[in-house]
T-cell receptor, first 109, second 116 residues
Framework: DAKTTQPNSMESNEEEPVHLPCNHS???????IHWYRQLPSQGPEYVIH???SNVNNRMASLAIAEDRKSSTLILHRATLRDAAVYYC??????????FGTGTSLTVIP | EAGVAQSPRYKIIEKRQSVAFWCNPI?????LYWYQQILGQGPKLLIQ????????DSQLPKDRFSAERLKGVDSTLKIQPAKLEDSAVYLC??????????????FGEGSWLTVV
C-alpha cells in the first residue's frame, strides 16, 4: 500500500517560508499527491495536489521530485492562521486515501 | 456552494448505548466517505460509498458499526453498542467521483463522540 512519511512536527517564524517534506516512495505512476491541512476542531481541508509537475495555487506551492518519491509543500509566508496539522496523502492499492499522522506546524509570532 | 454537513456536532453517551451520525454531502458528489479520527492520529477510512453502493468497508467493525446511503445522497453511520475505544471524531467527506486519484475530497467538520 502507498504510505507516506512526514516529520511529526515543524516550527516556523511568522512571515517566513515553510517547507513541509513528505516521502511517498511506493506511489504508483498514475496516482496524484494530495495535501490537506486540519485546523484545530475542524475537518481536514484541501490544500493542493499534483501528479508530476510543480503546482501553485493561492494557498501554497507543491514541488514534486523528478522520481515522484517525495514532495514538498511550500507556504511562502507563514501566518498564525497556517498553524495546523498538514497531511500528505496518496491513494493506496484499495483506491482509498491513506492519512498518516501528518506534520504539526507551529508558527511563532 | 454548501459544504459537507454533519450532525450532531457533539455527542456524549455511555458505553453499550447506541449513537447515529448523519451526513449530507456536497450536491452532485457521487462518492461519500466516513472516516474515524482518534485524538492524535490521522483519519482512518471506515467505509466508502459510490452512489448508494459500498465500495470498501474493510475497516468497518461490522459487529457494532453500520452505515447506509439511501438514494445515493445522505448517509448515516450507526454504532451499537458503543465501546470506550469508539471515542473519536467521525468525519464525513465527499468527492465528485472515484475513477481518478486527482479527485479532491471535501470534509465536513466532524461529529465528536465521547463514550464514558
Amino acid at each position: 500500500d502507498a504510505k507516506t512519511t512526514q516529520p511529526n512536527s515543524m516550527e516556523s517564524n511568522e512571515e517566513e517560508p515553510v517547507h513541509l517534506p513528505c516521502n511517498h516512495s511506493t506511489i504508483s505512476g498514475t496516482d496524484y499527491i494530495h495535501w490537506y491541512r486540519q485546523l484545530p476542531s475542524q475537518g481536514p481541508e484541501y490544500v493542493i495536489h499534483g501528479l508530476t509537475s510543480n503546482v501553485n495555487n493561492r494557498m501554497a506551492s507543491l514541488a514534486i521530485a523528478e522520481d515522484r518519491k517525495s514532495s514538498t509543500l511550500i507556504l511562502h509566508r507563514a501566518t498564525l492562521r497556517d498553524a495546523a496539522v498538514y497531511y500528505c496523502t496518496t491513494k493506496n492499492t484499495g483506491n482509498q486515501f491513506y492519512f498518516g499522522t501528518g506534520t504539526s506546524l507551529t508558527v511563532i509570532p | 456552494e454548501a459544504g459537507v454537513a454533519q450532525s450532531p456536532r457533539y455527542k456524549i453517551i455511555e458505553k453499550r448505548q447506541s449513537v447515529a451520525f448523519w451526513c449530507n454531502p456536497i450536491s452532485g458528489h457521487a462518492t461519500l466517505y466516513w472516516y474515524q479520527q482518534i485524538l492524535g492520529q490521522g483519519p482512518k477510512l471506515l467505509i466508502q460509498f459510490q452512489n448508494n453502493g459500498v465500495v470498501d468497508d474493510s475497516q468497518l467493525p461490522k459487529d457494532r458499526f453500520s452505515a447506509e446511503r439511501l438514494k445515493g445522497v445522505d448517509s448515516t453511520l450507526k454504532i451499537q453498542p458503543a465501546k470506550l475505544e469508539d471515542s473519536a471524531v467521525y468525519l464525513c467527506a465527499s468527492s465528485p467521483g472515484q475513477r481518478t486519484s486527482g479527485n479532491t475530497i471535501y470534509f465536513g467538520e466532524g461529529s465528536w463522540l465521547t463514550v464514558v
